[in-house]
Every structure is written in C-alpha cells, then in structure tokens.
C-alpha cells in the first residue's frame, strides 16, 4: 500500500515538472518578441517619424517648388520658386541654394541649417512640388500638355504627344524655356545625331510649325 501512495505521489511531481517546462517553453517565442519591439523602434533614429513618406523625387531644373516656412513669427509663409538653369533657388536674405540633383528632404534640411541658428532661432521648412508639365503644340498628333516624368528630350517629347503629323515641319522645331530662351532645333539632323537632340525641361514649350509645299 505504501509503495502504490509512493508511486502516486511521484506521478504527481513529474506532472508538476512537465507542465512547468512546457509553459515556460511556450512563454520563450513572446520574451523575445517583447524585447525585439524596441530595436524596431530604434529604426526612426534618423528623426524621422513611422509612418511617414520621404520622398526620393530628385528636383531637377525648370521645377516649380512652394517652400512653406514655419515656426518663425510675424514672417511671410510660403515661397513659390523656380529652379533656374543653374540648378539654383534663392531665398530670404538673398541666400542661394543648389537645388537640382537634390530630393525635397535633402534640400529641407540645408535650408534649415543655414538659417538656423545664424538668422533665426527656430525655423522648419518644408517643400511642396508642383505639378512638373510641358506643353507640345501645333504640328503632333496629340498636342496639348504633357506630364514631365524625367529627364527627356524634344524627339522624346514630341513622340509622347503621338509624334509628327503629314504636315510637319521638322526642320524648324522651337523650344522656349522658362526664362525666355528660344532654340531651333532640326530634327531630322537630331534623328541622326543625338547630341543635336536638346534636353526638356518642366515649363518648357515645344512648338512645331506647318511646313508650306
């Protein structure tokens, strides 16, 4: 009788001991996901916050750009600029800054940081884009305005607006840019030689004339 209250109570502690190792099993895989949420946290250690878009868009010549300015009292808010054709924007206290080439937020925080903290106490700038276009008109299967994508060329441009018609006269394709300057460009010559075949930017006005037989 003895023996049998023996081995009864023995099945009890190994029981005991089997259900204590596999809740502590079971508990491991959650210890660790609790201590791995922190270092997934630590990942916006750039200042950045979850959630949050940064954009990778490179600002190139000819873009349009509105700067809002922030946390500066009793001063104007918003800035509508143009990248020139020098890659450059030139803001309050006549500073110059090289936009081209640069995203939004590399371009943000070289703002702040030539103003802060020599002009101002606190300042934070943010970028805003506009819509990037450039218009393609008489002579082209599809004028009208088209979306400015990336770097691209007249012949590009004009086969975007469905190409020449019967009536075109290649020779004498004009561009004007933003600031004025006018090119004639013959594009049967840039067909042939792509150096001829001028660049585009955003704001830019391809204009292809009627040829008279």
């Not at 023995?10 to 259900?19: D, E, G, H, R």
């Not at 010549?61 to 809002?68: A, E, P, Q, T």
Request: hydrophobic content about 40%; aromatic content about 12%; charged content about 25%.
């Amino acid at each position: 009788m003895n023996y049998c209250k023996s081995f009864a109570r023995w099945n009890v502690v190994f029981a005991f001991l089997l259900s204590a190792i596999f809740f502590t099993s079971c508990k491991s895989p959650s210890s660790n996901l609790e201590l791995a949420e922190p270092t997934a946290a630590a990942g916006a250690a750039d200042g950045s916050v979850p959630g949050n878009e940064v954009s990778t868009e490179i600002i190139g010549v000819g873009d349009s750009l509105i700067i809002v300015f922030s946390d500066v009292p009793d001063f104007p808010k918003d800035f509508d600029v143009r990248v020139n054709d020098e890659g450059a924007i030139t803001l309050i206290q006549n500073q110059k800054f090289i936009a081209a080439g640069k995203t939004r937020a590399q371009l943000e925080k070289e703002i702040r940081e030539r103003y802060v903290p020599k002009y101002y106490v606190r300042m934070t700038a943010t970028i805003k884009p506009q819509e990037r276009l450039f218009y393609v008109r008489g002579e082209v299967r599809g004028p009208g305005r088209q979306a400015y994508l990336g770097y691209t060329t007249v012949l590009k441009a004009i086969a975007s607006a469905g190409d020449f018609t019967d009536y075109a006269q290649r020779k004498k394709v004009s561009v004007t840019h933003l600031n004025g300057k006018k090119q004639i460009i013959n594009c049967i010559k840039a067909i042939q030689d792509p150096r001829l075949d001028v660049p585009v930017y955003p704001g830019d006005i391809i204009y292809v004339p009627r040829k008279f037989f």
